[in-house]
């Protein structure tokens, strides 16, 4: 595994765990902000975390598998 691949396996574990700790405080705080991207507004709440979490493993699993 080349240098870019094994920064970016540790970035991303870094984040999951931040995502991690955002969605449960959300949770607990039952905290939900509208957020405003472009033309859309966008329920921002512990939902969002976790799909960015899915996304990260995803990515994870990827850069681990390529060559």
Do not use: C, W
């Not at 705080?29 to 507004?41: S, V």
């Amino acid at each position: 595994m080349d240098e870019f691949k094994r920064r970016a396996i540790t970035f991303l574990e870094k984040e999951i765990k931040t995502y991690q700790a955002l969605s449960l405080f959300l949770a607990k705080k039952n905290i939900k902000e509208r957020l405003r991207i472009g033309e859309k507004a966008v329920l921002l709440g512990p939902h969002f975390y976790k799909q960015r979490i899915k996304e990260a493993t995803a990515l994870i699993t990827y850069f681990r598998t390529v060559n």
